[in-house]
C-alpha cells in the first residue's frame, strides 16, 4: 500500500507541477497570473486577478490564493479571495468559492 501511495503522490505532483509551469507559462491567460507560495507546496497557489476593461472591477487587482487537495484531482481546488471583493449590488462577496461546481 505504501508504494501504491508514493506512486500516486509522484502522479499528484507531476499533475500539478505541469498545471503550473507548463501550461500557464506556454498559454498565458491575459488578466490572470498563478504561482506557488512556496516552492515546496504544490498545493498551495497564489492567484492575481485583473479586473477585466469595461467592468466595474476595471483597474482592479484580485488576489486569491488556490489550495489543492491531497486527492486532486478526484477533488477540486478549493479558492479564498485575499482581497475584499463588493458585489456591484453594495453587498461584500464571499470569501470563499464553492468547491460543488
Not at 4 to 28: C, D, I, M, Q
Not at 41 to 51: K, M, N, P, Q, S
Amino acid at each position: 500500500a505504501l508504494g501504491t501511495a508514493n506512486a500516486y503522490h509522484r502522479h499528484l505532483k507531476s499533475l500539478l507541477n505541469s498545471f503550473s509551469y507548463t501550461e500557464l507559462n506556454k498559454n498565458p491567460v491575459e488578466g490572470f497570473s498563478a504561482g506557488l507560495i512556496d516552492d515546496n507546496d504544490l498545493y498551495r497557489w497564489e492567484v492575481l486577478i485583473i479586473g477585466p476593461p469595461d467592468t466595474l472591477y476595471e483597474g482592479g487587482v484580485f488576489k486569491a490564493h488556490l489550495t489543492f487537495p491531497k486527492d486532486y484531482p478526484l477533488r477540486p481546488p478549493k479558492m479564498k479571495f485575499i482581497t475584499e471583493i463588493w458585489h456591484p449590488n453594495g453587498k461584500k462577496c464571499q470569501k470563499y468559492l464553492s468547491s460543488s461546481f
